[in-house]
Nanobody, 123 residues
């Protein structure tokens, strides 16, 4: 397993969760890491991406100001702190490693994918 996501669960609207993604050194080194999510019956959508050194971060508008990604310089683990969760945040969250160093919103640029962790936000 090259990417291992964890931290999902069932919470109420307004609560917080922190997701973790542990990647192998080979998978993560010098590559951007990102989170996508897929709600039931919907396409997988971009959430956030962080560059290889943690210096460049791009958020989807839907989570900006509520979610925060963190990554140590060239680190293999990323954390996604999710605050003020809403029912529409309910989805399976996937972490992924891009084939490149720069943060990217483009799903096709992600080469490796983790197995996903489920987040359910009740109203």
């Amino acid at each position: 397993v090259q990417l291992q996501a964890s931290g999902g669960g069932l919470v109420q609207a307004g609560d917080s969760l922190r997701l973790s993604c542990a990647a192998s050194k080979r998978t993560a080194s010098n590559n951007a890491l990102g989170w996508f999510r897929q709600a039931p019956g919907k396409e997988r959508e971009f959430v956030v991406s962080v560059s290889w050194n943690g210096g460049d971060i791009v958020y989807a508008d839907s989570v900006k100001g509520r979610f925060t990604i963190s990554r140590r310089y060239a680190g293999n683990t990323v954390y996604l702190q999710m605050n003020s969760l809403k029912p529409e945040d309910t989805a399976v969250y996937y972490c992924a490693a891009a084939a490149g160093s720069f943060a990217t919103v483009t799903r096709a640029r992600y080469r490796y994918w983790g197995q996903g962790t489920k987040v359910t936000v009740s109203s």
